[in-house]
Structures are given as structure tokens and as C-alpha cells.
């Protein structure tokens, strides 16, 4: 729990909304900036009870996208089996790891997963969470038991958590049969609202300790796992106000199994079946027609990005410059969590689309021409709405932010117009030295207070799940 007395923090530079300042000084309250003075010279009653902030300070980043499980898996789908391998072939090896994880087995790799997140300037993380059952369907007793175990997690490493719990209940559009393999995933309407009630309660109870950090989303699966009349139940049953998240158009497949359905692609029949807002985060709209794109511009929705994996599953690439140019909004995820760095989700973001038209500097706006602050400006708006959060060094967000290294040359030697660019384009190596949730530090030098004992721990159990018999 973060402490009732005001704190002050002092920064050379400085990355408020406005843009980059200097000599800022912070006031936090309850975990929450409540005043902010750029171009000023602290006063000196306050000198002793001022922390100097050493490095660039930044706003840290929502992460729109995780499967938390799933990063106990990463790497190890890197060998071919198939001249013809593809997400779908992926897929059935993630199937076989997601027999064997008990809760302890999950909490274990979220805990690891939220500090490296957090270790990366990551401060909130939406999980996209569908591991809901024991082996064979068979519920706990307690039915929110693997949601309530992200929470541990969250609060554990002392990360921000938007559980997004997955409605998912069919096989393939039209409602087909759910498969074995995906036993452990399937809720009815009436199921999946219980298991809504029971996470807002526990959220509830656990935002008393956590300055409200954590809160809960409304989750479909994807088109294919979910029927027109399951959309409509659910939204209509709860808050209007929640964030609901989609899996939509990952894949060339998908679409065409839409088209084959429904005579329509995903993003099209959403849009004319149910409607979008700004509500929604569609993640992996990677396969979209003009009319597509438009209609997620022009109602505000989120595209949730997630450069490293649609790039490890072959996806495909997302028409972000074209998205950029109609003034889309958009967020990254980490999803299979094949990588936790911020660096390398934009710059893949960013080279994809230069790859793709054979020009440089692609993602910019008329008025950001710098690619880097553009690209992460749009990142924190785009990931503080699919979150429903408010992160950004401004009064009233919460008081979260990181300090990049000082002592790496391309940080010592820049002036802050350049901090950005260097940093997404120029360090391979992690340069987020410091990172603070609520006012409190969380990352120091680098480290985090758990992360010994629970790599420790992740260590086991990726033995345990990806190489015992």
C-alpha cells in the first residue's frame, strides 16, 4: 500500500503530455501527481524531502495484450515440422503446455512475467485471460481460481493488472463444437457472468490495498468462439462502461472463414453486427479493407498491436501508416510474450512498415515528425484507453513513470528531443534503470526485490511443464 503522506521528486528532464521540460518538480499524493512545476528551482524547505530523480523520466506504458501462460512457452516453437507451419501448427503446441499448468504453476509464471514487464516500463498490464478450468473442463471450487491467482501475481510483483476474463465457447464460427484441446477455456453466458461477478468482488476488496490499480474488463475470445446473441447477452448484462477486448483478424484464414460464414470479414460483420466504440480494443487487426480500417478510425476503437509475436507467428503486417493517417488509435501488447521489450514492440512496429513500402521513417504525424516520441506518445494514449487507466506524467494520473540510464552514452550525450530515438532505435540493451507505480519504487538499478527467488521458481517450472515426461 502506497503511504498517505505527499512526496516530491525532482527531474532535469522530464516527458510531460505537453512534451519534454525541465527541472520539473513532482508532487504525489496518494498516488497520484497533484501538482506539477516545470523551469523551476525547488524551494528550499522542501530540499531533504525531495527525491532527485536521476535520467530521463518517462510515463511508463500500458501493455494492452497477454496470455500470461504463455510465456513459459516462448522459444521453444522454433523448430520446423512442417514446410506449412504457421499460428495454426503453433497453436497445437501451446494446446499440449496448457494441459499441464496447475494455479500454482500459472501464479508462478505471471509473477516472473509482471517483473520483467515491469523491469521493461510497463506499469499496467491487460491479461486476456482463458485458462479458466482444471485439466478436462473440471471447475475449481473456487471458480475465479486462475483469475484470482493473476491478481496474487499483479499485486505480488506490484504491477497494475486489467484482467480481461475470456468469454470463449465454440470451436469455429457459427458455433461449432469446442475441440479437446481447448476444454479448459469454455464458459457458458451464465458461467461467464458468475465468473465476472466474483473478479469484480475480489478486485474490489484488493484495490483497498492497491490505490485502485487493478480493475476488470469485458473479453470475447475471437468471432469464431463466440455466437452474435453471447456478444449481445453479455454486453447488455454488464457495465456499459467496462473496456471489452476481441481477438479479430489475426490471421488470412480467419478472414476467410468469416467470409465463408457470414459473407462478411471480422471486422466488418463487428462493426455492422454489434457496433463499435470506443469501448473496444481489437487485437491483431492485422488484415483489414479500407472500409475496415475507416470504421475502427472514425469510432475510436483501439487496435491492439503486438509487433514480436504477429511477427514470431507470421501474421502478417498491420497497415499502420495508413492507420496513422486516418488517425487511428492504437496499443501494444506483448501477447506470447516472445519479447517484453518495449524497444524492440516499436521498433518492430515501425520497420515493418518500412519494410513494407521501401521508405524510411514511416509513423509520424504532421504534428510529431519525430518517429520515436511519436510512436510512443500514440502507444500511451492508445494503451491508457484499452486499459482504462491513466498513466502519463500529468496532475491526476497515477503517479507511475521510469528513469532511463543516464550513464549509457546515447542517454549521457543527447539532448531530450533525442531521447526517444535513441533510445527505440539505438539501445539494444534495457537502459530503463528505475520504475515507480503509485509513487513507489518498484525497479531499482535495475532490480526488482523478488526477482531472485522467482526466477527460481519460473525456472522450475518451465522444467516441470516443457520438458518432464
Known amino acids: 500500500m502506497t503511504s498517505q503522506h505527499a512526496s516530491f521528486y525532482f527531474a532535469k528532464h522530464a516527458l510531460l503530455n505537453s512534451g519534454w521540460a525541465n527541472n520539473v518538480l513532482f508532487k504525489v499524493a496518494n498516488g497520484v501527481f497533484t501538482s506539477i512545476q516545470a523551469d523551476c528551482e525547488p524551494p528550499k524547505e522542501l530540499s531533504s524531502s525531495i527525491t532527485w530523480l536521476d535520467g ?89 481460481e486462475m483469475s484470482l491467482r493473476l491478481l496474487d501475481a499483479a499485486n505480488q510483483s506490484g504491477i497494475g493488472l486489467t484482467l480481461l476474463p475470456v468469454l470463449y465457447a465454440y470451436s469455429g464460427f457459427g458455433g461449432q463444437t469446442p475441440t479437446e484441446g481447448q476444454a479448459r477455456f469454455i464458459h457458458s453466458v451464465d458461467s461467464y457472468l458468475a465468473l465476472q461477478q466474483a473478479c469484480a468482488s475480489a478486485f474490489s476488496m484488493s484495490n483497498v490495498n492497491q490505490e485502485n490499480k487493478h480493475n476488470v474488463g469485458i473479453c470475447f475470445h475471437s468471432l469464431r468462439a463466440v455466437t452474435k446473441p453471447q456478444i ?30 457470414s459473407g462478411q470479414r471480422p471486422v466488418e460483420w463487428l462493426h455492422n453486427e454489434i457496433g463499435l466504440s470506443d469501448r473496444w480494443c481489437l487485437v491483431h487487426a492485422t488484415h483489414l ?12 476503437a483501439i487496435a491492439g ?7 514470431n507467428l507470421g501474421d502478417g503486417i498491420f497497415p499502420a501508416v495508413e492507420f496513422e493517417q486516418a488517425k487511428g488509435r492504437w496499443g501494444i501488447g506483448s501477447d506470447s510474450h516472445v519479447s517484453l521489450s518495449i524497444v524492440e514492440e516499436l521498433r518492430t512496429l515501425e520497420y515493418g512498415q518500412r519494410l513494407r513500402d521501401q521508405q524510411r521513417n514511416r509513423l509520424h504525424r504532421a504534428e510529431q515528425p519525430n518517429v520515436g516520441d511519436n510512436l510512443y506518445q500514440q502507444a500511451l494514449i492508445g494503451g491508457n484507453q484499452a486499459c482504462d487507466v491513466s498513466l502519463g506524467l500529468k ?66 517450472v518451465i522444467k516441470k511443464v516443457m520438458y518432464d515426461e
Not at 521493461?120 to 478436462?136: D, K, M, N, R, S
Not at 479493407?289 to 475510436?300: G, K, M, V
Not at 498491436?305 to 511477427?311: F, I, R
Not at 513513470?401 to 539494444?428: E, G, V
Open 289 to 300: 479493407d479500407p472500409n475496415e480500417l475507416s470504421a475502427i478510425a472514425s469510432s475510436h
Open 395 to 460: 496532475v491526476g494520473s497515477r503517479a507511475d513513470f521510469m528513469l532511463l540510464d543516464d550513464a549509457h552514452p546515447f542517454i549521457a550525450a543527447s539532448q531530450p528531443c533525442d531521447f526517444l530515438n535513441r533510445w527505440l532505435f539505438a539501445c539494444n540493451e534495457n537502459v530503463v534503470k528505475d520504475v515507480y507505480v503509485a509513487g513507489e519504487p518498484i525497479v531499482t538499478n535495475f532490480s526488482h526485490p523478488l526477482e531472485e527467488s522467482s526466477r527460481k521458481a519460473f525456472t522450475q
Open 56 to 144: 530521463p523520466m518517462l510515463p511508463t506504458l500500458a501493455n494492452v495484450h497477454s496470455h500470461a501462460f504463455q510465456r513459459v512457452m516462448a522459444g521453444a516453437a522454433e523448430v520446423s515440422l512442417n514446410p506449412n507451419d504457421s499460428f495454426w501448427s503453433w497453436r497445437d503446441l501451446m494446446y499440449k503446455v496448457v494441459q499441464k499448468l496447475t494455479p500454482d504453476d500459472a501464479q508462478v509464471i505471471a509473477t516472473q512475467l509482471y517483473i520483467d514487464m515491469l523491469k521493461a516500463g510497463y506499469t499496467q498490464v491487460g491479461e486476456f485471460h482463458y485458462l479458466h478450468h482444471a485439466q478436462q473442463g473440471k471447475s475449481y471450487a473456487q471458480k475465479a
Open 232 to 261: 449481445e447477452e453479455v454486453l447488455s448484462a454488464l457495465d456499459p462502461n467496462q473496456v471489452v477486448h476481441i481477438h479479430i483478424a489475426e490471421q488470412q484464414k480467419e478472414v476467410q472463414d468469416c467470409l465463408n460464414w
Open 305 to 311: 498491436l503486438c509487433p514480436t509475436t504477429e511477427a
